[in-house]
C-alpha cells in the first residue's frame, strides 16, 4: 500500500486527497477491508473486468495486491460496482451509441472506466463546477487514451448543450456536497436537456441531503422530483450485509427516471 499524499499535490490526485476517501485505519485493516471488497466485486465480476481493466498505480493512487487477485484500488472496486449496478438495470454493457454526462466528474475516474468497458459508448461528457478538476479530467482521460468518446465540457458551456444529447446522467457523491440552489439548477438543465435517467450515489445511508454554506443540510429530493423524475431503483451498494457490515459503507445506488 501506497502512502498517504500532500492533497495539494496535482501530481498524486488519486491518491488520497478530495477526490478519493481511503479507509483510514491501520495498513492491516485497511488491507482486509479492500480483500473483503475485492472478494465482493470479484465474485460478481462476470465480464472479467477486473484483469482486463487492471490497475497501475498511477498519479498516488493506492494500490492492494492479493495471492491469486489481480492489483485492485477503490479506483477500479467503485467503478466496476457501480457499472455491474447500471447494467443489471440499463443493459449498458450491451447497448450501443450510448451517451452518457457525469456531473462532478471529478479527475475523470468513473470516465475512464466507463470509456474502456463498454464497447458501444459515443459519448462520456464530463462536468465540474471546480476548475481544478476540469483541468485535471481533461488531462487524465487524454493520459489513458480514451478521450473521445470522454469529452470535457466547462460548466458555464452546460446551457449550450442541446437537448436529447444524452441517455443518462451520472452524479456520484456530488449532490451531497451541492447546496441545494446548486442542485435545482442542475436538475433544470437535465429537464431541458431531456435526459431519461439519472444514476446517482448520495452520500446518505437514508434520505438525500445538501450541503449548505452554513453546514445545514436540505432535504433535495423534492428539486429532483420537480424536474420530472422518480426513483424507479434503489440498491445498497453493498448487498451483502456481512460485507456492508465490515466495510463500513452504507451508500446507496439510486435510479431515477424521467417521467413523460
Same mark, same amino acid.
Not at 475485492?38 to 473486468?49: M, P, Q, S, T, V
Not at 451483502?240 to 459503507?249: C, N, P, S
Given at each position: 500500500? &501506497?502512502?498517504w499524499? @500532500?492533497?495539494?499535490?496535482?501530481?498524486?490526485f488519486?491518491g488520497?486527497?478530495?477526490?478519493v476517501? %481511503?479507509?483510514?485505519?491501520?495498513?492491516r485493516? =485497511?488491507?482486509?477491508k479492500?480483500?473483503?471488497?475485492?472478494n465482493?466485486?470479484?465474485?460478481?465480476?462476470?465480464?472479467?473486468?477486473?484483469?482486463?481493466?487492471?490497475?497501475?498505480?498511477?498519479f498516488?493512487?493506492?494500490?492492494?495486491t492479493?495471492?491469486g487477485?489481480? $492489483?485492485? =484500488?477503490? +479506483?477500479?472496486?467503485d467503478?466496476?460496482? #457501480?457499472?455491474?449496478?447500471?447494467?443489471?438495470?440499463l443493459?449498458v454493457f450491451?447497448?450501443?451509441g450510448?451517451?452518457?454526462?457525469?456531473?462532478?466528474?471529478?479527475?475523470g475516474?468513473l470516465a475512464?472506466?466507463a470509456?474502456? !468497458?463498454?464497447?458501444g459508448?459515443?459519448?462520456?461528457c464530463?462536468? +465540474? !463546477?471546480?476548475? #481544478?478538476s $476540469?483541468?485535471?479530467?481533461e488531462?487524465? $482521460? &487524454?493520459?489513458r487514451?480514451?478521450?473521445p468518446?470522454?469529452?470535457?465540457?466547462?460548466?458555464?458551456e452546460?446551457p449550450?448543450l442541446p437537448?436529447? =444529447?444524452?441517455?443518462?446522467?451520472?452524479?456520484? %457523491?456530488?449532490?451531497?456536497?451541492?447546496t441545494?440552489a446548486? $442542485?435545482e439548477w442542475?436538475?433544470?438543465?437535465? !429537464?431541458?436537456? %431531456?435526459?431519461?435517467?439519472l444514476?446517482?450515489?448520495p452520500?446518505? !445511508?437514508?434520505?438525500?441531503l445538501?450541503?449548505?454554506?452554513d453546514?445545514?443540510?436540505i @432535504?433535495?429530493?423534492?428539486?429532483?422530483?420537480?424536474a420530472?423524475?422518480?426513483?424507479?431503483?434503489?440498491?445498497?451498494?453493498f448487498? @451483502?450485509?456481512?460485507?456492508? #457490515?465490515?466495510?463500513e459503507?452504507? @451508500?446507496r445506488?439510486?435510479?431515477f &427516471?424521467? &417521467?413523460?
Amino acid at each position: 500500500m &501506497q502512502k498517504w499524499i @500532500d492533497v495539494g499535490s496535482f501530481r498524486y490526485f488519486r491518491g488520497e486527497s478530495m477526490y478519493v476517501w %481511503h479507509y483510514r485505519e491501520s495498513p492491516r485493516t =485497511s488491507r482486509l477491508k479492500y480483500f473483503i471488497f475485492l472478494n465482493y466485486i470479484a465474485r460478481r465480476d462476470a465480464r472479467g473486468l477486473l484483469r482486463e481493466l487492471g490497475e497501475d498505480g498511477a498519479f498516488g493512487c493506492w494500490t492492494f495486491t492479493y495471492p491469486g487477485f489481480p $492489483t485492485c =484500488s477503490r +479506483d477500479l472496486l467503485d467503478s466496476l460496482n #457501480e457499472l455491474y449496478f447500471l447494467d443489471r438495470h440499463l443493459d449498458v454493457f450491451s447497448r450501443t451509441g450510448l451517451r452518457l454526462i457525469d456531473i462532478g466528474a471529478g479527475y475523470g475516474r468513473l470516465a475512464h472506466r466507463a470509456s474502456s !468497458a463498454l464497447s458501444g459508448l459515443s459519448d462520456y461528457c464530463c462536468v +465540474d !463546477a471546480v476548475p #481544478e478538476s $476540469t483541468f485535471l479530467c481533461e488531462y487524465y $482521460t &487524454q493520459f489513458r487514451g480514451v478521450a473521445p468518446p470522454a469529452r470535457v465540457v466547462p460548466l458555464p458551456e452546460v446551457p449550450n448543450l442541446p437537448p436529447a =444529447s444524452f441517455d443518462l446522467a451520472i452524479n456520484v %457523491h456530488s449532490f451531497s456536497e451541492c447546496t441545494l440552489a446548486a $442542485t435545482e439548477w442542475w436538475m433544470r438543465e437535465l !429537464a431541458r436537456l %431531456h435526459v431519461p435517467w439519472l444514476f446517482l450515489v448520495p452520500n446518505e !445511508a437514508a434520505g438525500f441531503l445538501s450541503l449548505e454554506a452554513d453546514s445545514s443540510r436540505i @432535504d433535495y429530493l423534492p428539486a429532483i422530483e420537480s424536474a420530472g423524475y422518480r426513483l424507479v431503483a434503489e440498491e445498497r451498494v453493498f448487498a @451483502d450485509d456481512a460485507v456492508r #457490515e465490515l466495510i463500513e459503507i452504507n @451508500d446507496r445506488f439510486c435510479l431515477f &427516471q424521467l &417521467q413523460q
